[in-house]
């Protein structure tokens, strides 16, 4: 626990519940946006209950399955009977809101702020008042910028750049079993919100492989922000400029859902026209894996919570804690994916 923390910590409860309700009263919802995960009366209630560490999260938005996933494993981990008071706000894809949802924490000075980044770039200012204010930050999922590497306690996360890399392996491991190795081969990339670390480290992991084999033509790489609808637009477009396309590598699952549909339009077979490379790894694109639409799917790990927690009651023990955490990731094809697949929650 931080030094000087619990002699402060009713009043500033009942500051922070204040706030909560003058704000509230103001503006007829609550303050920045910010969705306190209770209501006022239950927070004071808490203030009571010295044993609860408040987290203030920001997540970046549900712009995915994958998303919806890691802000339910997040909320399952950081309960109140595991010793958490949890206060939650989606930023709907937006840094600035992000920024705010951070200021409003660090006002109602929460115990840690908990921040998944929807970009890299842009997080000093704020991250400097957090360290100002003395409150521990978590970075989960995507990472911030090196500028920011004394900013924050720790990262709980994925190595978004070993997935690109897996990525890029997983072809030339196909095209050799093809007998492909040597045959010009044309790529076209779906890409992440455009600066998120999953879009920066992917594409870099992929690139790094794709560099290596001169007969790998990539034609082109646009950001279709992770969603479906997105997805669908840009590989349509794909499809409609380029005669041959051999390989899609598409940064998320729900992107693919939507390249599958413009390919579906056009007249061309998923998995087997064009080879279809996914990311994240959801029961729904493991499905595709099954009906062989998708070819590979690497895994992004969204169940990010239990760690979490651990690495808060770490820190909350006076604990060291290392400055990276990555989780566990696997890379499902047609030969695993069976095993896999029943017990997929999301
Ligand atoms: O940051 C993780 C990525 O963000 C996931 O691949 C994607 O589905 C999500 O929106």
């Not at 500051?15 to 509230?24: C, D, P, Q």
């Not at 009366?41 to 209950?49: R, T």
């Not at 958490?84 to 702020?113: G, H, T, W």
């Not at 991250?127 to 100002?132: C, D, I, P, R, S």
Request: hydrophobic share 40%; charged share 25%.
């Amino acid at each position: 626990m931080r030094i000087g923390f619990w002699k402060n910590r009713i009043s500033r409860i009942f500051i922070s519940s204040f706030l909560v309700v003058i704000v509230a009263a103001m503006t007829g919802c609550a303050p920045f946006d910010v969705n306190v995960s209770q209501s006022t009366k239950d927070l004071q209630a808490e203030a009571e209950d010295e044993n609860l560490t408040i987290v203030g999260f920001s997540q970046l938005g549900s712009e995915s399955a994958w998303r919806t996933a890691n802000t339910k494993s997040v909320e399952d981990s950081l309960t109140q009977d595991k010793g958490f008071f949890l206060m939650s706000n989606n930023a709907r894809q937006s840094q600035e809101n992000q920024i705010k949802a951070l200021r409003s924490f660090i006002s109602q000075r929460v115990d840690y702020i908990v921040l998944c980044p929807v970009q890299e770039d842009g997080w000093e200012t704020v991250l400097t008042e957090a360290e100002e204010a003395e409150i521990p930050v978590i970075i989960l999922d995507r990472a911030v910028g090196s500028d920011c590497d004394g900013l924050y306690t720790t990262f709980v996360g994925e190595n978004m750049q070993e997935e690109g890399s897996k990525a890029g392996k997983w072809l030339e491991t196909h095209l050799s079993d093809k007998g492909l190795d040597n045959k010009d081969i044309n790529i076209v990339v779906l890409q992440g919100t455009e600066n998120s670390s999953a879009e920066i480290g992917r594409t870099a992991g992929f690139d790094n492989i794709a560099k290596e084999h001169p007969n790998w033509h990539i034609l082109a790489q646009k950001d279709a922000d992770f969603t479906t609808a997105r997805g669908k637009e840009v590989m349509a477009d794909y499809l409609k400029k380029y005669q041959k396309i051999d390989v899609l590598v598409s940064q998320n699952d729900d992107m693919t859902y939507g390249a599958i549909e413009a390919m579906d339009d056009a007249g061309v077979a998923a998995g087997s026209d064009v080879a279809v490379i996914s990311f994240d790894a959801t029961k729904s694109g493991l499905k595709l894996v099954q009906q062989g639409k998708v070819n590979v799917d690497i895994e992004c790990n969204p169940m990010s919570g239990p760690l979490l927690a651990e690495v808060i009651n770490k820190i909350e023990k006076g604990e060291k804690v290392q400055h990276v955490y990555y989780l566990d990731e696997k890379v499902f094809t047609k030969d695993n994916v069976d095993k896999f697949i029943d017990s997929r929650s999301y």
